[in-house]
């Protein structure tokens, strides 16, 4: 259930709510709004009890939630939500660009991909240090080393970097060094590292599994947000279909979809979407008209050479112009690029 607080109640009639909340034996999740306030109840027992709730001084409803993603949900938050990463804001008219390589290969590599991203329009650095790969022989990522890379591209270029955590135990390293915690499409149901991820203070870039529903989405951005962590953007990256002349078939339906149902901002991934670079530019401008909040967008110095899907990389020249053909766009539908 939630609980939605008069316009005006005091910290105190909050504090009391919340106190009452945790008497009963259930979680709370506060969502502080410029105009509401709105306490999501989670647990289980008897919604007789939510009387309890509606009598308290400040209460203005208490609703019952009866669709399963219930802090991902409009339910628990009309409005949209933006994640703030310093002056970096994904969601609500800002529409935001991660690029980079696949792979972090060398120090040389990554710092020369931030600068050009940076120059070609990026904000945010994107970089695997933990590489998921099908064949346990084919590179694995430069792990801890990889990690310091990033920090030190930030360091030189002012971008906020994102990285994949494939693994409970090595949550808390890649938080120490990237601003933004990526969970891979393989592990969208890993719920061990979803409830881990829940409690950290980094955002968390949730990727979409290659089969999962628009429910099974949602509900695992649910299990972060039920850790504590409610700065969840999700990533659209392609889904399985009959398709063969591409690596994934992009599903642009998932973003009206997701805006109907939830309030968590959503980026679209072109790159492993199709799997070949010639697509990524025609894909990127769909996401951007149909209403995405973002881009994660592979950008590699030199692809034909790259340890890691060197086939859907831009090059730099091909980065820089596909972000110049989405600014007429972005003024079309109101968004800042």
Known sequence: MIVVMENGASKDMVKRVLGRIEE?????????????????VIGEGKMELKDS?????????????????????????????????????????NFTIMAGPCAIESKEQLLQAAQQVKDGGAQILRGGAFKPRTSPYSFQGLEKNGLKMLA?????????VVTEVMDTRDVGLVAEYADILQVGARNMQNY??????????????????MTATYKEF??????????????????????????????????????????ELSHLPIIIDPSHGTGKWKYVTPLAKAALAVGADGLMIEVHPDPTNALCDG??????DKFKSLVEQMKPIAEAVNRSL
């Open 152 to 160: 030190e591209a930030r360091e030189e270029t002012g971008l906020k």
């Open 218 to 259: 949602l509900m695992a951005a649910e299990y972060i947000m039920a850790g504590g962590n409610h700065d969840v953007i999700l990533c659209e990256r392609g889904i399985r279909t009959f398709v063969d002349q591409t690596r994934n078939t992009v599903d642009l339906t998932v973003v009206p979809v997701i805006r």
């Open 311 to 316: 086939p859907q990389s831009l090059r730099p």
């Open 53 to 93: 709730f509606a009598i308290l001084p400040g209460v203005e409803d208490v609703v019952e939630i009866t669709k399963p993603y219930k802090l991902s949900g409009k339910q628990f938050k009309s409005g949209r939500s933006v994640i703030e990463i310093d002056d970096v804001k994904v969601g609500g008219d």
């Open 24 to 40: 009963l034996g259930f979680e709370a999740h506060l969502s502080e709004g410029e105009v509401k306030t709105i306490i999501g």
């Open 192 to 209: 061990p590292l979803l409830r881990e991820v829940g409690q950290t203070n980094r955002p968390v870039l949730l990727k979409r599994a």
